[in-house]
């Protein structure tokens, strides 16, 4: 299924998007797309008999905004330098284990919403990411077989980060990853059932029309359920949480100076099979 909610911010509704394209209200049936429904099995059996039923009130999506996918974010879990080639254009070695860091969950916003670019920054960055949702308690997974079992879907991330606060100012990356609107998210939240391989996707990114990432989770250093089984090792996993699985090769930081980082006016689109597409125009915060 394609899970999603739209309407003005805070006041999103539960949707679907049907396989002809069609979208469906789901607010008749269950109150948000958030952890609670993606752990509670009768609930999504409800969504999926209705939709295979045809009872969904379709809805105008004319002119309708697309929220994030995901209510109630417990929190975003992130992996850094988790592609060969990223970190080859970066110059940075290859991890022996997973590096972490966490994004405040009010950095999710919509996938066609407004970006800011930080008061001062002069280093704002692009990062098309494969976001995994988890959907049932996960802690001392021992097997990939268990981790992939506590995935409820994939989405789209944009981690949009800046590299000057990230890098150049001290301390942790958070400074460079927590600015406001730095994690759109969407449009839908695919089922984990539609995804059968999450290292065969392949990920794009755009600025003002021009190409500047295409990658494939193929070239993930660590694989989805390896990071699933890796993270419950350090902290519990709950329905709801969302874990950005890293960036390909293509971003500003790793291109030849002067780096094209991000400026308001400009406009970023991204995407990855199966799951949609994102555009973001950027504004000065």
Known sequence: MKLLRVGPVGAERPALLDESGTLRDLSGIVPDIDGALLADETALDRVRTAAAAGDLPALDAAGLRTGAPLGR?????????????????TGAPIPAEPIVFMKAADTV??????????????KTDWEVELAVVIGRTARYLETDEQALAAVAGYTIAHDVSEREFQIERGGQWDKGKNCETFNPLGPWLVTADE????????????VNGELKQDGTTAEQIFPVAEVVRYLSQFMTLHPGDVINTGTPAGVAMGRPDPKPYLRAGDVVELEIDGLGHQRQELKDA
């Open 109 to 122: 916003v919509g996938p066609d919403d407004t970006v800011l670019v930080p008061r001062g920054s002069v």
């Open 73 to 89: 974010i417990g929190k975003v879990v992130c992996i850094g330098l988790n592609y060969h080639d990223h970190a080859r254009e």
């Open 195 to 206: 995804v059968p391989d999450p290292q065969a996707l392949g990920l794009r990114l755009w």
